[in-house]
């Protein structure tokens, strides 16, 4: 079903900051509170708005990324599920993806360090050998989180923000009230700062001045929601990229045009069989063509090989692992 323009602009709303207040959002599209309630509510009954997911640096609270494509040995419906369920619940994992396309599978897994996801990578695969016998594996380098600016109509001026998350950074020491305030932050972004002092035994100010501070100190950098791709009618599909030489200039000439670009929704560059994935959002199969076309002719002298992938699902997209909160 076609989602509506003005419900396309409330989500664009939420693309720029999942925590505004309907209120604001009214303001800012020149409705009333209870026409963005409503709209809200009804998304979040037909699972177009899921989830909503605060962009935490992870490296700064000392992990690294380590990207992940499947190949599943199975076509059963049961055992897919399984896996599904066991990757969405590892305490290592932050995002989740069902693919089509050569791969079945993205798994995006946080580690403390090569050695930590090692371990945990070989503990998962020998739960099921035969199913996850062939996969690649990517080390994330930097991520540039874009939004969905595709949703916006002309009338809207504002841009999402391009995040930028991992890189190169100094870990910081969060001291335990503080990493408790995460947990609740990542468990319910939405949640009011009364609710969270309740369950922490602080006051109210305590809890604004600690998500302040974590926002202030860019260890949180914004909040995105999740949503769910089929029941928007969209297309996603990721395009990893190998390049042919090392031209830092032309790299960073791709990175800003795919920042500019309102259907790339997410730019990670990495390190291992491809240099580069993008997530591109798009919602005819000639627009996915066209962009996938226009990426290739305006960087074709640095583009070795590429692949294209569908993503059939998000099951879960967060940026700090369980693990984090579990130590």
């Known amino acids: 079903m076609e989602l509506k323009q003005s419900y396309r602009n409330i989500l664009f709303q939420l693309e720029c900051d999942a925590r505004r207040s309907y209120t604001e959002i009214g303001e800012n599209l020149e409705v009333s509170q209870q026409t963005v309630s409503y709209a809200v509510r009804t998304m979040r009954e037909r699972n177009i708005l899921r989830d909503v997911s605060p962009l935490f640096d992870y490296t700064k609270f000392g992990y690294n990324g380590y990207l992940v494509l499947f190949r599943v040995n199975t076509f059963s419906h049961e055992r897919i599920e399984q896996l599904k369920k066991m990757f969405s619940e590892h305490d290592m994992t932050a995002w989740v993806q069902r ?15 090569a050695s930590s996801f090692n371990k945990e990578f070989k503990a998962v695969v020998s739960q099921y050998p035969d199913q996850l016998r062939t996969y690649n594996i990517l080390t994330s380098v930097v991520i540039h989180d874009m939004g969905r600016n595709y949703l916006k109509d002309d009338t809207i001026d504002e841009t999402a923000k391009n995040v ?7 870990i ?11 947990r609740l932050l990542q468990q319910d972004p939405l949640a009011s700062s009364v609710d969270r002092a309740e369950q922490l035994d602080v006051t109210p100010k305590t809890v604004i001045d600690r998500i302040d501070m974590l926002e202030r ?9 999740l949503l769910g791709i089929p029941e928007l009618d969209v297309q996603a599909s990721l395009l990893l990229i190998k390049y ?7 790299e960073n000439d791709l990175r800003d045009y795919c920042i500019d670009h309102p259907n790339v929704t997410l730019l990670m560059k990495t390190f291992g069989d491809y240099d580069v994935m993008i997530r591109l959002e798009t ?22 090989d590429y692949n294209t992938l569908e993503v059939v699902e998000d099951i879960k997209k967060h940026y700090l692992p369980q693990h984090y909160f579990n130590e």
């Open 99 to 113: 693919l089509s396309g050569g791969w079945d599978l993205l798994v995006f897994f946080l580690a403390p360090n």
């Open 164 to 170: 930028i998350v991992g890189g190169d950074r100094d």
């Open 172 to 182: 910081v020491e969060i001291r335990p009230g503080l990493k408790e305030t995460c």
């Open 217 to 225: 100190e860019n260890l949180v950098k914004g909040y995105r929601p």
């Open 244 to 250: 042919n030489n090392q031209d830092v200039d032309k």
């Open 283 to 304: 919602e005819t199969r000639k627009e996915y063509r066209d962009v996938v076309n226009g990426i290739r002719e305006r960087y074709e002298d640095i583009i070795l």
